[in-house]
């Protein structure tokens, strides 16, 4: 079984600070994601990983920055946290080559105050 | 701009019925589409796929439905059950790893 953990369920910061979700997977995936959740705007891809050390824009980066230093791991860092960064966020990691379910961790529930 | 759309975002259902539940996308380069289900607290869970080469794949209880002409996704659940009760989001890709995931359908099977 497909494990992806991520490093809190819940978590609450305030504005200005700087925040990193952690996400490890043990299956050996090449491929990571981050995604926010929001109410009525369903799951929005902010960054992706295919190797170690690579990383490709999805659709909302600003304000996000990823770091891939192990296949493993993925992290998400909010530089500098605002209100409007309060969500779900939701890990999830594939294989590569024609494999494309992902498989997502619980998610952490950040609230920025 | 949202590419994948599901535009009922509940339905209830009674236990035994079937559950259809709909999703339109609108990148006719879109190759591959998956059907999730979220239950709260917890992370979505793959459910269902289907190549765009095909327009229909069946999986026990579930079943997808592609329409390329319509731009269309249907899954269908039939018999309903009360532990099917969840968030289903359906996802859209074109080449590479990028999906695009619709806000999502919230299903009640009623006992």
């Known amino acids: 079984d497909v494990k992806v953990t991520q490093s809190s369920r819940y978590l609450v910061k305030r504005t200005g600070e700087k925040v990193f979700l952690e996400c490890v997977q043990d299956m050996d995936h090449e491929n990571m994601f981050w995604y926010r959740q929001d109410p009525g705007l369903g799951l929005r891809l902010i960054y992706f990983?295919?190797?170690?050390?690579?990383?490709e824009k999805g659709d909302i980066p600003e304000g996000y920055s990823v770091s891939r230093e192990k296949k493993e791991r993925f992290s998400l860092i909010l530089e500098s946290a605002s209100t409007n960064q309060t969500s779900m966020y939701l890990c999830?990691?594939?294989?590569?080559?024609?494999?494309?379910?992902?498989?997502f961790g619980p998610g952490t529930r950040l609230t920025v105050t | 701009d949202q590419q994948v759309k599901q535009n009922s975002p509940s339905l209830s259902v009674q236990e035994g019925r079937i559950s259809i539940l709909n999703c339109d996308y609108t990148n006719s380069m879109f190759d591959y589409f998956l059907w999730y289900k979220k239950y709260p607290a917890e992370g979505p869970t793959f459910l269902i796929s289907i190549s765009s080469i095909k327009d229909k794949n069946e999986d026990g209880r579930f079943t997808v439905f592609l329409n390329k002409s319509a731009k269309h996704l249907s899954l269908h659940i039939v018999p309903s059950q009360p532990g099917d009760s969840a968030v289903y989001f359906c996802a859209s890709k074109r080449t590479g790893n990028q999906f695009y995931f619709g806000t999502g359908t919230s299903l009640t099977v009623i006992p």
């Open positions: 999830a990691s594939s294989l590569s080559h024609g494999f494309y379910e992902q498989y």
């Open positions: 990983s295919y190797d170690v050390k690579m990383k």
